[in-house]
Every structure is written in structure tokens, then in C-alpha cells.
């Protein structure tokens, strides 16, 4: 309610004005009405009456008889209809006047689109309309800058892909043309060569995959299959399933959560979301530290934690790493290398849960938070 009458009371100043221009045009007609009245007093009749004698050929009793019963006992009615004349004149007027704002707002309106860095501006009294159009063009030129940076990291993003199918690729095929023209290589020559060929060759697979995954996120709707899941079980199997990464740089995890927690929403596109969110923890933990995952039931919300000790987040890049194809190592070094969708993605499915995702860094403590409804 509050907000409904602070949105009437932006355009106070200009009713007020409007107000003050009628009111001046009804008293500059009834004032002109008046001074002519007054100027006129005495002559008025005695033209009448001479032009009704000279059109009609009346004698000069008989057109100051008509006068009388025609003009002066009507003289409150005909006063009335010239001032009403008279305003109406000086609404034309009027009307140029309130237009100009009409003209004023369909220039801004076309400024939105344009590219200057210029500020709309409004007479003092359209100040409210300024200050929302200058809003709606501030989050248009937002919009636009994120499409442009969005755009511009896809496209960083394929030049990277490319580059890095392009590298294990030419050692697959540097590696099989050595097998292939040395028949007689040692065994265990032959077995090394192979196990590089093949690391290479996953390395190009895991490239690949990332392609099909922006193709996927660009053009699939998702949708949800919900029911009611086991939440802790799944926690506990995505902690088995990341425990061969984890364990290579001596990292663990540890669960905090009750066993008979459970969540109602999709099973597949949650394990998604809790799979990129560890995932991403695991990339980016210090070695040998704790992922730590806990999970409670907060005044009808699940939440969930994810919580590892990792270089902070500079606030600037913490408030963009649920955006398309951002990525926080810039550099994009091959342990850490993604397409930059994954959180992106989680949010995404956290959103139509109904839920929230939200990402806190403070001193070397890195935190992501999932809230989901307890209940359909």
C-alpha cells in the first residue's frame, strides 16, 4: 500500500501545474470577458442597435426593442458563452503546452535504444519519468554489457575447446603413427605409448562432451520429474562417487546430515547440481583439506552446504560464477578447464525447484549454499 502511494505521489508536481495552467486559463477568459465588458459598457448596445437598423431597416425603437429583449435580458447567458469561448481558445494553448511532455518522452524513449552514454533529461516536473527511464536505460545498458562479456567468454570458450581437442588430438595421432610404424617396439615401450594414448584420447573425449553440453544447455528445455528422495543416501553416494579425485590431492569429505533427511524434487537434475557444485569444490580446494557437506531442514527449507577451504572470491567474480560460461580461473589451465556451465546449470534447476543458490567466500572459506522446499 505504501508503495502505491509513493507511485502517485511522483506526479504531484506535474498535476500540480496542470492545476495552475487551467485554473490561469479559466480566470485570463472570465478576466478578458469582464475588461471587454467593462471597455465596451454603453457602446456595445448602440452598435446593436444600428447594425439591426441598417441590415433589417428597422426603425431605431424597434431595433433597441430586439436589443433589449434578445441581448440584454440575456446578458448573464451571453457572457457565460464568451468566456466558455474564450477558454476554449486559450486551451489550444493549453493543450501545445501539456503536449511538449508527450514530445519529450517519445525522444527519450528512442534514446533508450541508442548507444550514447548521455543521460535523459526531462522538465523539472517529469522528474519521476526521468529518473525511470534513466533506470530502465542503466539496466538496459546492464543487460546489454552482460550479453556482450556472455558472448564474448563463449566465444573465448571455443577458441580454448578448440585448442584443446587440437593438442591431445595431434598426440593420439603422434603416438599411434609410432606404434604403427614400429611393430617391434619393446613391450613396455608399446604398453607407455598406449597409456598415453589413451589419457590423451579421454582428454579429447571430456572436450568433446563439453561441446555437447553447451549445445544441450542452449537448445533443451528442463524439464522435472519429481518425488520424494532420499537425500542423505544420495550425499553419501556423490561423496563415494568423487572419492578417486578427491584422494589424488589427499582431500576428503565429510557429511553432516541427518540420515532420514529427504527432499521432494527431480533425483536426476539434483544429483546434477550437487555433482557440479562438489565437483567444483574439488578443483579449486587447497590438497589435503575438508569438503564439507551438511544438510538440515530450515523453517520448511532443506538446506544444503558445501563448504571447502580454497582461495577467496573477489566479490565481483562471486556475484558472476552462476553466469554462462564464466569461469574463475581465467588462465584455464587443464586440472581446473570446464565450459564454465555448471553452475550456471545448477542454478537453474535449483530455480524451477522453487528453491535458491547462493555462493558466500570469506578468508580461504568457500561456501555454496542450495535452500529447496521441504515439501511440494
Not at 533506470?135 to 584443446?164: C, F, M, W
Not at 603416438?175 to 604403427?180: E, I, K, Q, W
Request: proline share 3%; glycine share 4%.
Amino acid at each position: 500500500m505504501k508503495l502505491k502511494s509513493n507511485k502517485k505521489g511522483n506526479y504531484a508536481n506535474l498535476k500540480r501545474k496542470a492545476f495552475l495552467q487551467m485554473l490561469l486559463l479559466t480566470v485570463t477568459a472570465a478576466v478578458t470577458v469582464f475588461l471587454l465588458r467593462i471597455i465596451l459598457r454603453g457602446q456595445i448596445g448602440d452598435r446593436i442597435v444600428q447594425f439591426l437598423s441598417i441590415i433589417f431597416y428597422m426603425d431605431n425603437s424597434s431595433a433597441r426593442a430586439i436589443y433589449h429583449y434578445v441581448f440584454r435580458n440575456n446578458i448573464d447567458t451571453i457572457l457565460l458563452l464568451l468566456t466558455l469561448f474564450f477558454l476554449v481558445i486559450f486551451s489550444r494553448f493549453f493543450i501545445s503546452w501539456f503536449t511538449k511532455y508527450f514530445d519529450e518522452i517519445s525522444s527519450s524513449m528512442d534514446r533508450l535504444v541508442e548507444d550514447s552514454e548521455e543521460r535523459i533529461s526531462l522538465s523539472p516536473e517529469m522528474d519521476f519519468m526521468e529518473n525511470r527511464l534513466n533506470t530502465i536505460k542503466d539496466k538496459l545498458d546492464k543487460q546489454k554489457k552482460a550479453a556482450q562479456e556472455a558472448e564474448q567468454r563463449k566465444n573465448d570458450l571455443v577458441v580454448y575447446l578448440a585448442h584443446d581437442i587440437r593438442t591431445p588430438l595431434t598426440s593420439v595421432i603422434g603416438y599411434l603413427s609410432l606404434l604403427d610404424e614400429a611393430p617391434d617396439m619393446p613391450m613396455e615401450q608399446r604398453a607407455k605409448y598406449t597409456r598415453i594414448t589413451l589419457d590423451k584420447a579421454y582428454r579429447l573425449e571430456k572436450q568433446i562432451n563439453e561441446f555437447f553440453e553447451i549445445t544441450r544447455y542452449n537448445l533443451q528445455q528442463i524439464k522435472l520429474e519429481r518425488e520424494t528422495i532420499d537425500l542423505y543416501y544420495m550425499l553419501v553416494q556423490m561423496a563415494d562417487e568423487f572419492y578417486p579425485i578427491l584422494s589424488e590431492r589427499g582431500n576428503t569429505t565429510v557429511l553432516r546430515a541427518d540420515e532420514n533427511l529427504t527432499v521432494y524434487g527431480d533425483p536426476v537434475k539434483l544429483a546434477r547440481v550437487f555433482n557440479n557444485i562438489l565437483k567444483n569444490a574439488a578443483a579449486y580446494s587447497y590438497p589435503n583439506t575438508e569438503i564439507i557437506i551438511s544438510a538440515e531442514e530450515i523453517e520448511g527449507y532443506i538446506k544444503i552446504v558445501f563448504q571447502n577451504q580454497g582461495q577467496p572470491i573477489p566479490p565481483d567474480k562471486l556475484a558472476a560464477v552462476f553466469e554462462k560460461f564464466y569461469r574463475l580461473d581465467e588462465a584455464r589451465t587443464s586440472d581446473t578447464g570446464g565450459s564454465g556451465l555448471g553452475l550456471s546449470i545448477a542454478k537453474e534447476i535449483v530455480t524451477l525447484h522453487g528453491g535458491t543458490i547462493v555462493a558466500q567466500s570469506k578468508d580461504n572459506t568457500v561456501s555454496f549454499t542450495v535452500s529447496l522446499p521441504a515439501m511440494p
